[in-house]
């Protein structure tokens, strides 16, 4: 991270009460042992106390709280519930964390236009819990919705076992309102569909609290499908898991989630919930589909006959909810399962071609062996998205650098096959510094620049998603001058 | 003017980098099948990216698609309807709209439909052009080479420029190469028709069905005066239209739930396969309002609840045709006879009597003059306006990429 700004860290008491007069009763934390709660998010390995924390209940104390940190050039670090997997919300020591736990409201629930206007550090799930007795639910499920908030999901385009078929959380917003660093609170989208010119909406979905404060929510919501069915499919090789994926996407389905866990998952999750998984397969496949019933059992059948072209060892349909929910179970259960056979590990997300699947996990098990340190994979099969497990001890001395080392040989494999280095996690510290395996310094650049249109000052999240810090001003500066490039081999017409 | 048609991206950054030298900007065209569309420009120089096209890589079981920039849409279509598979978001071919010949028209390119970020009524379920605009390489009116997004359909590595891209109508750089995410086109499609309904029950009836799980994938409605633009229908009688797509007996089943649950108040009917593939055509296409002459036409993004109150307001102060898409979300209107295309009396009543309503109105096609005496695209309030502006400083800070196609100045 940055280095600690010592001005600013000596002026912690100024700054602790400027901001107790814009939040006024227990909205800042100061002590030792309250701001602990805050030290990390979801990616424990990194720690940082912050300077202090604020946690504004409205709009206008976020405007303030913003507008006071640029006037005295105080970093700032938002945060939801804090269960980001890539360090986006790990605080700087000379930094104020800017909780958003008290927007905590759903302002309106609007069945005729189907959407629902909440604050930000609503759950994802109360957003489905809110609606479902009419028949709606919101549709990006990432894994950690029970506790993750919707401002955060925002932050990270959270996606989940549902988004290829229902996308991620940016084709499931209408609008938000937002307060830039300095102070300006302005508002995009709506209730309605598109940008009436540049999609900053598009933009801010997905930027790991860099661009902005997102303070309210439009969501999307959806008419629950009649019926879901999945089908367990086990089988001898991954080669023919894969294969089996491909073929069902060939076939012109889109299953509303198709995942899939390698050997060790499957032992794992098994072995801590009992749901009959097949432990004489190499892989296995979740296969869900949706809609109405007709359509499901329909649907179900064709998989199945395609599994039994791919060398399906096990075919289950699941014949009632009970059983449908208990295929899913062990699944949704895979990373406690790992975290009960491993003291430590470590959750990698990079996103891959699927036809190089079979070649990726046989380099991965190369990798494993180099690195000695065991994998497990669960793997959003239907788009490509791999979450390999690292098992290791952070006890032993030297394993926390190898698990580290082994997830970057992951990533950069990832990105060698076509791929990329983060399907759903975010960037945020964890992956800053691969960034270069993907993007070459003039993308950067480009990405960089547009920050600076956000917050010229680099004052909010800095030290997230881009490995190097640049001032504004010295990227912007223009290379091409009049006269030193005279082009003499330009076509012309 | 000069014109300038780059082979390959080193040649498309010295064309962008020579324009920057010498401060002549730049005209971005790809087929130029939508010139008419934005501010009317007149640059020293015209861009021409049309030999920067071809597909460069397509697997089906991918679900993604990388094209040259400006790659025609009737070449990707036809690779795609081979191997089963559709752009999802409908591009709209705006050829008759805009009263051109077939050629141009039918030049219309892939990189054209993603910088415009143009969808059609597929939209309200699989989302707009943005939504599957995956990854792209081009030029930035700093004359430097650069990418964003990926060449898989999931990832959230960086900033998602791809949304910046979209619907920026080149302000900000020229594409040379873009990757699109592409879908299995469905098995089986049926319309279900209801006539005679007036607008505000029409909306309700709409809203009833995207609000059923029957997966609805079009929602219109064309009041009687309109439906006269589309060939398959009889042409005095108000229609509403529901798209149902998927496996055969799911389309079946879903067919027949809809016109029970929705039929009792009105005359209700459905098309079959055949006949629905033109009628959806010609609502993606502004068909209704093709034969407009010169009314100025717009495009209205609101509320879905509000297009039918919005469509009769706008129609009871002016001369207008309108019909709907987008379950009453987005209302199509061709205005004649006011001096400024209908601009105030529209945006008026996207505002609403209380000033609270959300939406924005576009000028589609309009007079070079009317395209410059009005907004082409809804004016934003002085802050997001100013962040905009800056975006665009940020990539193109010398504005030499399409300068005034969408705000004055810049």
Not at chain 1, 170 to 194: A, S
Not at chain 2, 60 to 65: A, D, G
Not at chain 2, 122 to 148: C, M, T, Y
Not at chain 2, 292 to 321: C, F, N, Q, Y
Request: aromatic residues 6%; proline residues 7%; charged residues 20%.
């Amino acid at each position: 991270m940055p280095t600690p700004d010592a001005t600013v860290l000596e002026r912690r008491a100024d700054i602790v009460e400027a901001l107790r007069r814009i939040v006024p009763g227990e909205g800042v934390i100061v002590s030792h042992a309250e701001r602990r709660a805050y030290e990390s998010d979801g990616l424990t390995a990194y720690r940082q106390l912050p300077l202090v924390v604020v946690l504004p209940s409205n709009v206008e104390q976020v405007a303030a709280v913003l507008r006071y940190c640029k006037e005295f050039g105080v970093k700032v670090v938002p945060r939801g519930a804090g269960t980001s997997l890539s360090g986006g919300a790990l605080p700087l020591a000379d930094g104020v964390l800017l909780g958003m736990a008290k927007f905590n409201r759903i302002l309106e629930i609007d069945y005729e236009n189907r959407c629902a206007v909440v604050q930000p550090g609503v759950t994802n799930l109360a957003i489905t819990k809110a609606v479902e007795h009419a028949g709606f639910y919101y549709a990006p499920d990432p894994s950690s919705q029970i506790a993750c908030t919707i401002g955060g999901n925002v932050a990270e385009n959270s996606g989940g076992v549902h988004c290829l078929k229902y996308g991620l959380t940016t084709n499931n917003i209408l609008g938000i309102e937002m307060v830039l660093i300095n102070g300006e609170i302005i508002r995009l989208g709506g209730k309605h569909l598109d940008a009436e010119n540049y999609d900053v909406l598009g933009i801010m979905t997905g930027s790991e609290g860099l661009l902005g404060v997102v303070t309210e929510v439009t969501v999307r919501i959806l008419p629950k499908p009649t019926a879901a069915r999945a089908l367990l499919v086990g089988f001898p090789t991954t080669e023919d898991a894969a294969n089996c994926v491909a073929a069902v996407i060939a076939a012109g389905i889109i299953p509303a989630g198709m995942e899939m866990m390698d050997r060790p998952a499957i032992h794992a999750a098994e072995a801590f919930v009992q749901v009959g998984y097949p432990l004489d397969v190499e892989a296995l496949l979740i296969v869900e589909v949706d809609g109405a019933p007709v359509e499901a059992d329909h649907l179900i059948g064709k998989i199945e006959a395609i599994a039994r072209n791919h060398n399906a060892t096990t075919i289950r349909p699941s014949r009632d909810e009970p059983e449908r929910l208990a295929f899913w179970s062990g699944r949704k259960a895979a990373f406690p399962a790992v975290g009960r056979i491993s003291p430590d590990y470590y959750c990698m997300d990079g996103t891959i071609p699927r036809a190089r699947l079979a070649e990726v996990l046989t380099r991965m098990r190369t990798l494993s062996e180099q690195n000695r340190l065991a994998v497990a994979n669960v793997f959003h099969a239907g788009d490509g998205n791999l979450h390999p497990l690292i098992l290791y001890d952070a006890n032993n001395p030297g394993e926390v650098e190898r698990a580290e080392a082994f997830g970057a040989d992951i990533l950069k494999l990832c990105v060698e096959v076509g791929g990329v280095l983060t399907g759903e996690h975010g960037v945020g510290v964890e992956k800053r510094d691969l960034m270069g395996t993907m993007f070459d310094e003039c993308d950067l650049a480009h990405q960089e620049r547009l920050k600076c249109a956000f917050d010229p000052d680099g004052l909010l999240n800095p030290g997230k998603v881009f490995p190097q810090l640049h001032r504004c001003a010295e990227l912007g500066r223009l290379h091409v001058h009049a006269g030193r490039l005279p082009f003499p081999d330009l076509p012309r017409f | 003017m000069s014109r300038f048609a780059p082979d390959d991206l080193d040649e498309l950054r010295d064309a962008v980098g020579e324009a920057l030298a010498v401060e002549e900007p730049l005209e971005v065209v790809a087929g130029g099948s939508k010139r008419g569309f934005g501010r009317p420009l007149q640059l020293p120089r015209l861009l021409d990216l049309s030999r920067l096209a071809g597909i460069r890589d397509y697997q089906p079981s991918e679900l993604v698609l990388t094209a040259g920039a400006a790659t025609p849409i009737e070449e990707i279509d036809a690779a795609l309807a081979e191997a089963g598979q559709m752009l999802a978001f409908e591009p709209p071919d705006l050829g008759a709209l805009f009263g051109l010949p077939e050629a141009v028209a039918g030049q219309r390119t892939l990189g054209g439909a993603l910088a415009c970020n143009l969808s059609g009524p597929r939209r309200i379920k699989a989302g707009a052009a943005r939504d599957h605009f995956l990854g792209f390489r081009g030029v930035s009116g700093r004359g430097e080479i650069f990418k964003a997004g990926g060449k898989v359909v999931k990832n959230v590595t960086g900033y998602d420029l791809c949304k910046l891209m979209a619907g920026s109508f080149g302000t900000l750089a020229a594409l040379e190469e873009v990757t699109v995410k592409v879908l299995p086109r469905p098995e089986a499609l049926s319309t279900v028709m209801l006539w005679g309904l007036d607008p505000l029950p029409a909306v309700r009836a709409l809203s009833r069905a995207l609000a059923s799980p029957h997966e609805i994938s079009g929602a219109v409605y064309i009041p009687a005066p309109s439906t006269t633009g589309l060939m398959s229908l009889p042409g005095s009688t108000a229609v509403a239209a529901l798209r149902l797509e998927g496996p055969d007996p799911s389309v079946t089943f879903r067919r027949e739930r809809l016109l029970a649950e929705l039929g009792s108040d009105c005359e209700a009917t459905s098309l079959d396969d055949e006949s629905s593939i033109p009628f959806w055509q010609a609502v993606r296409d502004v068909l209704p309002l093709a034969g407009s002459g010169d009314r100025a036409i717009w495009r209205v993004s609101v509320a879905p609840s509000r297009g039918g109150e919005l469509g009769e307001a706008i129609a009871r102060r002016l001369d207008t045709s309108w019909y709907l898409d987008w379950a009453g979300g987005l209302v199509w209107a061709a205005i004649a006879g006011a001096e400024d295309g209908g601009a105030a009396v529209i945006r008026d009543a996207i505002r609403g009597a209380d000033g609270r309503g959300t939406g924005h109105a576009t000028l589609i096609k309009g007079s070079p003059e009317l395209r410059r005496a009005v907004p082409v695209f809804e004016p934003q309030l002085p802050a997001l306006a100013a962040l905009v502006r800056r975006i665009k400083e940020s990539f193109d800070p010398c504005r030499i990429l399409n300068p005034g196609r969408m705000v004055d100045g810049f």
